[in-house]
């Protein structure tokens, strides 16, 4: 990336012609720089992409808000599910569990693409130095999460997969050398008169959380890969850092979003009184070697419920596990228990980190149940874009998590995440490699958004997890829209906790607003007003700005 003083380049331009100006936070400028491509996030998906356009020769700089390392992919504990042993799976089972657990708006075409590629993404990080598990006869170890048929999940130090993947892909950069800018965050993206993206404003923080400066960073192809939105909720698996930027950021841009409604729950996230902010994730994995669900009077959570059982897909055990709830049997209204003795002493080399959290936390989960709880875990739905990140503003790209491909639908299929963000980063990067984005000057237009107070971010995410959580209604789903428009607002941002409360709240919205519209239950959304689903709704709600309102309309989904 290249650096110049305020004012060397061409100048910017107040608006658009003939267009209305999008909203933008109230932040300006006090420098300029250019870069062939600016990579927003530094997970999975972002440094695969960011590594291949350097490979290419691209100037490219990645912006992660806190370092590298700090993102979901370090937290992931189950590992890449893909087809590596075909004598025993093979792509079609894997395409249909896919399908099965997106409750028919997965889109077929994508998920076979996904699916074709997971192998090569394993492979590629096994040659950068990878060291995945093996069995004693020096295979890949595999394992068996919710809602697969098989054995497919590959995994590292038995449940730090995310760590040794982001281990390696940190590595990769640094290589490369690859430019990053640490506590930086991608503000807004700056388009030309055309529509294009034409720059990204980049807020760099000093070490109070102050904004020190901000940086016009011109650029004709900006890629989101900022991971999910978890912490809109007030009990979450995701780290610090999950606050939906890059999802505010595109949809600024006047990028369409859709399946944003489908926040996923994952069913055992680690229950402690008084539980806010992150908490641990009990991996699926841990059912997968035998563990079953059982509520506080001792009775089996998923006995009837679904064929797989305690392995059934993710949208449907943390149903399950709220009713049950509802009902408070044994007196116990807030958990319920993952009992893992039967996997005995082997739970601590398989499951080393979780048994440690467990027993710091005064639970001995080879001894005792662990109680667990469903939190906010995955974002499903995200801006529309094809797999090798386009979106519907040109120039702007988005991969990962942040992304809604069609892969996922209405429920993400265990495992599949962190293998998409590597998928999706190599084709991204195999695009911009071949030839970049063309834009004019870009247009600055006014500071229009108003920026939420950091303050009000515990009562929205309260709000969120209560009225937005696995189960809704319409009424409930109408307080939370309350909340989201009741948060404080000023016209000045000067902090990094400003403007992600800002994101939080737009997020939240967006949120809110798909989930009121799609009356029926299916996947991840369940709302107790529409217990069923509903043919009408196999489409997608997609959101956008136009400039002056939100629009929001159907799109069919393509395939079964």
């Known amino acids: 990336m290249t650096s110049s003083a305020p004012g060397r380049a061409a100048p910017l331009r107040a608006s658009a012609s003939g267009a209305a100006p999008l909203p933008r936070l109230p932040l300006q400028p006090t420098g300029e720089a250019s870069a062939d491509v600016v990579v927003i996030g530094s997970g999975a998906a972002g440094a695969t992409a960011a590594r291949g356009i350097a490979r290419a020769g691209r100037d490219v700089v ?106 390696t892909l940190d590595g990769s950069l640094r290589a490369f050398g690859v430019a990053v800018q640490e506590r930086s965050i991608a503000i807004d993206v700056v388009l030309d008169a055309g529509g294009r993206v034409a720059g990204v404003l980049i807020a760099h923080v000093d070490d109070t959380g102050e904004i020190a400066d901000v940086t016009l960073v011109r650029t004709s192809a900006v890629v989101v890969a900022t991971g999910g939105l978890g912490q809109a909720y007030a009990v979450t698996t995701n780290p610090a850092e999950s606050t939906g930027d890059g999802l505010a950021l595109a949809f600024r841009a006047g990028a369409a979003v859709a399946d944003v409604e489908f926040v996923q729950f994952h069913p055992t996230a680690f229950w402690q009184p008084a539980s806010a902010g992150q908490q641990l994730l009990v991996s699926e994995a841990v059912r997968g070697e035998g563990a079953t669900l059982v509520d506080g009077a001792g009775r089996s959570v998923m006995a009837g419920v679904h064929p797989l059982g305690d392995l059934a897909p993710r949208d449907v055990v943390a149903t399950a596990i709220a009713l049950r709830l509802q009902e408070a049997p044994g007196g116990v209204g807030d958990h319920v228990f993952l009992d893992a003795t039967s996997i005995g002493a082997a739970m601590v080399d398989r499951f080393p980190t979780i048994v440690a959290r467990c027993r710091e936390a005064g639970i001995d989960p080879v001894r005792e149940p662990i109680p667990v709880a469903p939190a906010a875990h995955f974002a499903c739905g995200g801006v529309r874009a094809q797999l090798d990140g386009v979106t519907s503003v040109p120039g702007l790209f988005a991969v990962g998590e942040v992304a809604d491909t ?71 789903l109408a307080s939370a829209a309350e909340a989201s428009r009741s948060v404080e607002a000023s016209e000045s941002a000067r902090s990094l906790s400003e403007i992600e409360a800002t994101n939080l709240r737009a997020v939240s919205q967006l949120i809110v607003r798909a989930a009121a519209l799609r009356e029926e239950s299916r996947g991840s959304h369940r709302r107790g007003d529409f217990p069923e689903p509903a043919e009408r709704w196999r489409k997608r709600v997609v959101q956008r700005w136009d400039g002056s309102a939100v629009q929001i309309d159907g799109e069919p989904v393509v395939g079964e």
């Open 406 to 476: 069609g892969i996922h639908g209405a429920n993400r299929l265990a495992s599949n995440g962190v293998t998409e963000g590597l998928v999706a980063g190599h084709l991204v990067a195999t695009r911009l490699a071949g030839e970049l984005p063309h834009s004019g000057p870009p247009v600055l237009g006014p500071p229009t958004l108003p920026v939420a107070h950091p303050a009000e971010r515990d009562v929205l995410s309260a709000a969120m997890s209560r009225w937005v959580g696995p189960l809704r209604d319409a009424s409930g």
């Open 62 to 167: 990645v912006v992660t808000k806190s370092g590298l390392g700090a993102g979901s992919t370090t937290w992931a504990q189950g590992g890449l599910a893909a087809v590596l042993d075909a004598t025993d799976d093979s792509w079609d089972d894997h395409i249909t569990d896919t399908l099965t657990a997106g409750a028919g708006l997965s889109d077929r075409a994508v998920v076979e693409q996904l699916v074709r590629l997971a192998p090569t993404a394993v492979h590629d990080l096994i040659d950068l130095g990878a060291e995945f598990d093996r069995d004693l006869g020096g295979r890949l170890a595999l394992a068996r999460e919710g809602g697969h048929q098989r054995r497919r999940i590959v995994h590292a130090g038995g449940d730090a997969t995310g760590a040794e993947v982001q281990r």
